[in-house]
């Protein structure tokens, strides 16, 4: 399903896909060949951006 519908959309619209593994550890978790096809396609042409730093729930909990 995730193949047809990042086929259907080849770059007419944004995916936003959130995680809290690193990229490259997303291939050796989902060892499945369907799920590296399903992964190649979400990756090529991305943008990736990791945040670094203390989860802003984990800061604003200690503020309370």
Known sequence: ???QLRST?????STLITSQMPVSQ?????????ADA???RLV??????ELRGE???KLMTKLD
């Open 55 to 57: 989860s802003m729930r």
């Open 26 to 34: 997303w291939y050796n978790t989902l060892a499945d060949p369907l």
């Open 1 to 3: 399903m995730a193949c």
């Open 44 to 49: 090529h042409n991305a943008y990736e951006l």
């Open 9 to 13: 959309l080849p770059g007419s619209r």
């Open 38 to 40: 399903i992964l190649d």
